[in-house]
C-alpha cells in the first residue's frame, strides 16, 4: 500500500484505489486517498515548515537540491522500476530521460537559483533594489505521461525559491512520487518541506481550494486547467499552468527527408504520443508529400507500439481513430489495436496510426488526442504553412524541416507558440522558457522564468540624502 508522506512521516489513511499495469491491465498496488482531513493536514504541515525554510539562506536550499540528486541517483534503479510499472514506458526512455532529468532538475536549478542577482536601480539621489520571497505553501498537480520528470520540474525551483509543497501526483502513477518521499526522509530534509498526497481529481481540487495554498502549479489537460482557474480565483492565487497542445510539424521540399521522416516518427510516436509535445498535424509541401506520407506509414509499422496509461484513456484515443474514419479520412496504416498473441492483449494498446485527407476544421485535427496519431496534409506555400500551424486554438510546440537557413529562421518568428524546434525535436536547455500560448497554459517555467513563478518581488527604494556642502 502506497501512504501520503506529510511533515516528514508516511500517513495511512483513506480508502484505497487500485493501481493498473497499462501493459496487461492487471491491478499491480493499492494507493491511500486523500479526504478532505488529509489534505488539510498536508497543507498544515507546509505551513509549518514555511518560515524556517524560507529563512534558510538561498545557498543553503541549493545544498539541498544537490542532496536530494545525489538522492535520486542512489535510488536510480527503483524510481526507473516504479516508472516502468505505472506507466508501461520502454525501459530505454526511462534510464536516458525521465529519471536523469529528475536529477538534472534539482542540479540545474540549484545553479541557477544561487548564481541570480537582484536588481538595482539607481536614479539620483534614489536607490530601488528588489528581493524575492518565496510565495508560501505551493500546491503541484502533475499528470501522469511523464511522472517524475515533470514532478521534479516543479518541485525544484519552488523549493530552491524558498517554499514549502504540497504535491499531488496523478492518480494513475504514484509510484515515483513515493519513492521520492523515501528520498527526501532519507536526506533528512526538514518535515513538512515536502509533503506528497494521492488521489484523483477530487484530491487536487481539494488541495487547490485549500485557502493554506499560496500559489498552484498545474500541469494536465486544458479542461482541468479552466475548471482550476475557476477554483482559485476568488482568492486570486498565482497559477502557472502547462496545458495541453495540437503541435504542427512543418516539413519543407528543401528538408534533408530522411532526417525529416526520422525526426517526425520520433514527435508522433514517443512514449506512445502521450507527450504534450508530439506532433499531431504534419504538414508536408506537395512535391515530396506522396514520398512522404509513404515512408512516415512504412516506419509507423515498424514502432513498437506503447500502452495508453489507462483503458478509459485507450477509449479515448480509439474514439478518435473511429471519428477520423467517419469524418472520412484516409487511414494509411494503423487504426485499430494490435494482436500480440500474449499477455498484453489485456493491456491498453492501440496501433500507431497515419491517416491524411481530412479538412483543419475536422475534429480529429481541432481536439488533442495524446495517443500514437497523427494527420498529414499537402500545402504548397510558405505562407500557407504558416497559417496551417497558426490554425489551432493551441499553441504550445511546432517543428519545422528544412536545410534554408533564411527559411527557418523567418518561419521560426512567425509560429504563434511556445517553443519550435529547427531540424530536431524534444531537446531541451533547462534554463530556457517553457510553455504556451492561448489553450496551452499560462506563463513560462525554465531558468530564471520558473524562479519568477515561484516568488514575488518587493521594491525596496531608499532616498540617499546628500551631505552638507
Ligand atoms: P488531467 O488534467 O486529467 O490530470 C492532471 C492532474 O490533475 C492529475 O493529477 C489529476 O488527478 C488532477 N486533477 C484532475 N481534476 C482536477 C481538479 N478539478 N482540480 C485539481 N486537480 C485535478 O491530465 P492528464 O490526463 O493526467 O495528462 C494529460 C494532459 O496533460 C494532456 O492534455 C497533455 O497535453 C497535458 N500535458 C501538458 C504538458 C505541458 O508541459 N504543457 C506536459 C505534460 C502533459
Known amino acids: 500500500m502506497l501512504t501520503h508522506f506529510i511533515g516528514g512521516e508516511p500517513v495511512v489513511a483513506g480508502k484505497a484505489f487500485p493501481v493498473h499495469d497499462p501493459v496487461t491491465g492487471a491491478v499491480v498496488r493499492q494507493v491511500n486517498e486523500a479526504d478532505p482531513e488529509i489534505v488539510d493536514r498536508a ?11 524560507a529563512a534558510l539562506p538561498v545557498g543553503e536550499r541549493a545544498g539541498w537540491m544537490r542532496r536530494l540528486a545525489e538522492g535520486i541517483e542512489e535510488r536510480f534503479d527503483d524510481l526507473v522500476v516504479a516508472e516502468i510499472a505505472d506507466t508501461g514506458k520502454p525501459l530505454d526512455q526511462t534510464r536516458t530521460l525521465d529519471v536523469p532529468r529528475g536529477i538534472a532538475n534539482f542540479r540545474a536549478f540549484a545553479e541557477i537559483a544561487a548564481q541570480r542577482p537582484d536588481d538595482a536601480f539607481h536614479l539620483s539621489g534614489v536607490l530601488s533594489y528588489t528581493v524575492r520571497r518565496p510565495l508560501g505553501v505551493i500546491g503541484v498537480i502533475v499528470p501522469w505521461n511523464l511522472p ?9 525551483p519552488a523549493l530552491v525559491s524558498g517554499n514549502t509543497v504540497v504535491v499531488k501526483p496523478s492518480e494513475h502513477t504514484p509510484s515515483s512520487a513515493a519513492i521520492f518521499a523515501e528520498i527526501c526522509a532519507a536526506a533528512g530534509l526538514p518535515p513538512g518541506v515536502v509533503n506528497i498526497i494521492f488521489g484523483d481529481g477530487s484530491a487536487g481540487r481539494l488541495l487547490v481550494e485549500h485557502p493554506g495554498v499560496d500559489g498552484v502549479t498545474f500541469t494536465g489537460s486544458t479542461r482541468t486547467g479552466t475548471s482550476i482557474m475557476r ?42 504520443g502521450q507527450v504534450c509535445l508530439c506532433t499531431e498535424r504534419l504538414y508536408v509541401q506537395r512535391p515530396i508529400f506522396e514520398e512522404f506520407c509513404e515512408r512516415l506509414a512504412a516506419r509507423a509499422q515498424e514502432v513498437e507500439p506503447q500502452p495508453m496509461i489507462s483503458a478509459e484513456h485507450r477509449e479515448k484515443v480509439l474514439s478518435y481513430y473511429t471519428l477520423a474514419r467517419s469524418e472520412g479520412a484516409k487511414v494509411l496504416t494503423g487504426g485499430g489495436v494490435p494482436a500480440f498473441g500474449d499477455h498484453r492483449d489485456s ?16 475534429r480529429f485535427n481541432r481536439e488533442e488526442i495524446f495517443g500514437p496519431v497523427c494527420h498529414v496534409a499537402p500545402f504548397d506555400s510558405e505562407a500557407e504553412a ?48 517553457f510553455g504556451g ?33
Request: net charge negative; with cysteine; hydrophobic share 40%.
Open 437 to 469: 500560448v492561448r489553450l496551452s497554459g499560462i506563463g513560462r517555467q525554465g531558468g530564471t522564468q520558473s524562479l519568477d513563478f515561484y516568488s514575488e518581488p518587493t521594491t525596496i527604494t531608499i532616498k540617499l540624502e546628500q551631505p552638507d556642502a
Open 386 to 433: 504558416v497559417d496551417l500551424a497558426n490554425g489551432s486554438e493551441y499553441g504550445l510546440a511546432a517543428t519545422l524541416w528544412t536545410t534554408s537557413l533564411d527559411r527557418a529562421h523567418r518561419v521560426a518568428q512567425r509560429l504563434e507558440a511556445g517553443l519550435v524546434w529547427v531540424n530536431t525535436w524534444y531537446v531541451r536547455d533547462l534554463r530556457t522558457p
Open 148 to 156: 517524475f520528470l515533470l514532478m521534479t520540474w516543479k518541485l525544484a
Open 231 to 272: 477554483s482559485v480565483a476568488d482568492r486570486v492565487k498565482p497559477i502557472s499552468f502547462e496545458l495541453g497542445g495540437k503541435n504542427a510539424g512543418l516539413v519543407f521540399e528543401d528538408c534533408d527527408l530522411d532526417r525529416a521522416i526520422e525526426g517526425s516518427v520520433k514527435s508522433v510516436f514517443t512514449n506512445g
Open 347 to 362: 493491456g491498453y494498446f492501440v496501433e500507431p496510426t497515419v491517416v491524411t485527407g481530412l479538412s483543419e476544421w475536422s
Open 43 to 53: 497543507v498544515r504541515a507546509a505551513r509549518e515548515a514555511a518560515r524556517d525554510w
